[in-house]
């Protein structure tokens, strides 16, 4: 039985689906002169855009008033993925804004003097890095940051946003990206974590927020990004996953965020930075799919069943040092979790993209982009700086998951319209320009 689609009104459906067809025919074949027609990315626009936005941050953002760090996030990193950077002033008040909404005892608030939320501790500290030299990563006060991690920790493995806040995939995410980036992610932090994450994946192959919950591509983004930061991605039921997965590209060719709902441009990362995830644990997924019973089966005594290898016995370039995972139903693997996340963009690309990357591309440029700058969910919407990060986001993965290597170039048939789109590649783990993840990387890991 087909289902409805559940549409805000047939008319915004229609001029969404009006503007992909311009290109595609209705079964989703790209002609062959598709390639030269114009869709071009205002990449000017955009960045008069975002400057303005933050030059004006404090105080006209008043509605937004917790989410200060966020707007600078999502700001700077879509300036970054732009080539573009702030003038020193800018980046002045940038730094200076932040270090007050650092609390004295670690992590940071939505502004200053309010309550360290993991949610802004990650915005923040993703910001910090962007805007990146000695002042901005020096100003992370990364012991009491740790402290603060500790505190936020639950003993079910999960995390807390913030005290006496909800736990969930989310925070289990932004504790552990903002540990394994600031080089302090240990045993502690990551003991069952896993296990957690585990119990959010559905029925459906995706994950929700909490057991029990609906998959959500958001959450899915996170409980992956995080088995992997924590070696133990093979747990996850992952042919399950990609198959929930695949089927949330929509016929407008943007995602969905969840089963029947409409797609949004900042699924193109919460779903579609999934995808470059999956593509170097394709060794785990191959196993997975020859022996059916691999993938996260716990037996009752807390054995773990699968034979699946982890992350750091696939590869060289995950071999690891010092610790090891804890949880009672994980094998113990000698791995230092700081280097993970190093080490996983030096790994092969070993897969195509399992989604059409290119009319993801038309999706984000003819149905989300705002031609004075911006970036929205959907056409009859308004832009915001939340879309705008993350529908650029989406862009720069679609571009370069078709790249063998970190540094290889961008081949033409990776990209929707000219080179003149072309935007930064991205650490897929942390969402952060990967010269920029290099510089933190490189800072942090100082003795
Ligand atoms: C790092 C970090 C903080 C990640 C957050 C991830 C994220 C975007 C989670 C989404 C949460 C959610 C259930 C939205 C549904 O909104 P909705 O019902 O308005 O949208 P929908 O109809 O598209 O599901
Ligand atoms: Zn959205």
Redesign the pocket.
């Known amino acids: 039985m087909e289902l409805p689609v559940a549409t805000v009104t047939q008319h915004d459906q229609w001029k969404v689906e009006s503007q992909v067809f311009r290109i595609y025919d209705l079964f989703g074949n790209l002609p062959p002169n598709a390639q030269s027609v114009m869709i071009e990315l205002q990449r000017d626009n955009h960045i008069e855009y975002l400057t303005r936005g933050l030059r004006q941050l404090p105080p006209s953002f008043c509605t937004l008033d917790a989410s200060r760090p966020w707007l600078c996030y999502w700001i700077l990193h879509s300036l970054a993925l732009l080539g573009e950077s702030v003038d020193d002033e800018l980046e002045h008040n940038t730094i200076d804004f932040l270090s007050r909404c650092q609390d004295p005892s670690g992590g940071y608030g939505g502004g200053p003097g309010q309550l360290p939320h993991l949610?802004t501790t990650?915005a923040a500290v993703n910001a910090l890095i962007t805007v990146g030299g000695d002042q901005a990563l020096s100003s992370i006060n990364r012991c009491e940051l740790y402290k603060f991690l500790q505190q936020m920790k639950h003993p079910s493995g999960g995390f807390r946003m913030h005290d006496g806040g909800e736990i969930d995939v989310?925070a289990c995410?932004?504790a552990i990206s903002v540990a394994s980036i600031l080089n302090i992610l240990d045993d502690e932090l990551v003991h069952n974590v896993g296990s957690f994450i585990l119990s959010c994946q559905t029925y459906e192959g995706g994950i929700s927020?909490e057991p029990g919950s609906e998959a959500?591509?958001?959450?899915t983004?996170?409980g992956v990004a995080t088995m992997i930061l924590i070696n133990q991605i093979n747990r996850l039921d992952l042919p399950r996953l990609i198959d929930w997965l695949v089927f949330r590209q929509g016929k407008e060719f943007g995602f969905?965020?969840?089963t029947n709902?409409?797609v949004?441009g900042?699924?193109s990362f919460?779903q579609g930075g999934v995808f470059p995830l999956l593509q170097r644990v394709r060794s785990i997924i191959d196993e997975q799919l020859v022996l059916p019973d691999a993938g996260g089966h716990c037996t009752t005594n807390g054995t773990h069943t699968s034979t699946t290898p982890s992350i750091s016995e696939v590869g060289e370039s995950f071999e690891g040092t010092s610790s090891h995972v804890d949880d009672a139903c994980h094998s113990r693997q000698e791995v230092n979790f700081n280097d993970i996340g190093y080490n996983f963009v030096k790994r092969p690309i070993e897969m195509e993209p399992l989604f059409h990357s290119l009319a993801l591309q038309q999706y984000i440029l003819l149905c989300s982009q705002e031609e004075k700058g911006g970036m929205k969910d959907k056409p009859g919407l308004s832009r915001d700086f939340y879309h705008t990060c993350y529908c650029l986001s989406g862009l720069s993965v679609c571009q370069h998951m078709w790249s063998d290597e970190e540094d290889s170039p961008v081949l033409p048939r990776a990209l929707m319209g000219s080179y003149s789109n072309l935007l930064e590649p991205i650490h897929p783990l942390f969402n952060v320009v990967l010269e920029q993840y290099h510089e933190a990387r490189e800072f942090f890991t100082r003795d």
């Open positions: 949610a990650y989310r995410y932004t927020g959500h591509g958001g959450y983004f996170c969905q965020g969840r709902k409409l949004d900042c699924y919460w």
